[in-house]
């Protein structure tokens, strides 16, 4: 079985205002990458909605060496990397034309029956062929991440978001890069606009959907790599105080 491997061109609107590529724009990447190879395998989203069943990432961590530049070319490999029960893993690597790493993820995903938001076992056709394209490229994170009780009030201290109609995705729920957005956006000016994120770890609790008001919650963790700086995040539902992410980011200060 063969991995999926993509070229691609860093494009001027997939960077920020240093140059260097978004998070956004490289969480898309590699989903972009996953989408298509799932397809090509024949378990793409279409696929499974014909079945009343979707994909939904559960766990995305994301190590990066290096975001790439405006007009930097760079080869995402992606493939299957295990499965269980309930959980389909999926690695990813992206690098420059130098053959150098520029960073490593891995993922966790679910089938959920649309009809009745639940979780369903992973296939056997799925599990059959998932350790079949190649060795792990980044071991699944073994601890769990844990709501907390925030310090600040939404309306005042935390930065709060309304899920728009340009943030659903094909399963009609808001899109999972932004949660990622959502998260990092209550990080520390200074930090966010100098500093290089060099790890995110992202595990989504809940569904958020058309009008909802999300709370992005931040606090300091004194877990993680020596040297940098981390931070633990928690996405909040304003209308039922449901928990829909949590979120850890190590940062290299400026």
Do not use: C
Not at 54 to 80: C, M, N, S
Not at 122 to 139: A, M
Request: aromatic content about 10%.
């Amino acid at each position: 079985m063969q991995p999926f491997i993509f070229n691609h061109t860093v494009r001027t609107y997939e960077t920020d205002a240093r140059g260097l590529m978004t998070i956004s724009s490289l969480l898309n990447i590699l989903q972009y990458g996953a989408g298509k190879h799932a397809d090509l395998l024949g378990w793409s989203v279409r696929e499974l909605h014909s079945t009343g069943k979707t994909w939904v990432l559960q766990r995305f961590t994301v190590h990066i060496e290096k975001q790439p530049a405006d007009g930097e070319r760079i080869t995402l490999t992606t493939y299957p990397s295990g499965a269980d029960k309930l959980l389909a893993y999926r690695d990813y690597k992206l690098e420059n034309e130098a053959g150098e790493t520029l960073v490593k993820a891995t993922s966790a995903w679910v089938i959920l029956d649309l009809n009745l938001r639940r979780v369903t076992p992973i296939p056997e056709s799925v599990k059959s062929i998932s350790t079949s394209f190649g060795p792990k490229i980044l071991e699944q994170p073994g601890n769990r991440l844990r709501d907390w009780a925030p310090e600040a009030e939404p309306e005042r201290d935390a930065p709060v978001f309304r899920v728009r109609r340009h943030d659903i995705d094909l399963n009609g729920h808001l899109t999972n890069v932004t949660y990622a957005e959502w998260g990092l956006e209550a990080v520390p000016d200074e930090l966010f606009s100098r500093g290089m994120l060099k790890r995110i770890d992202i595990v989504f609790k809940a569904e958020s959907f058309f009008n909802d008001r999300i709370s992005s919650y931040i606090r300091p963790s004194e877990t993680g790599e020596p040297g940098l700086t981390h931070f633990q995040h928690m996405l909040v539902r304003e209308a039922d105080h449901k928990v829909t992410a949590l979120l850890e980011t190590s940062w290299q200060q400026a």
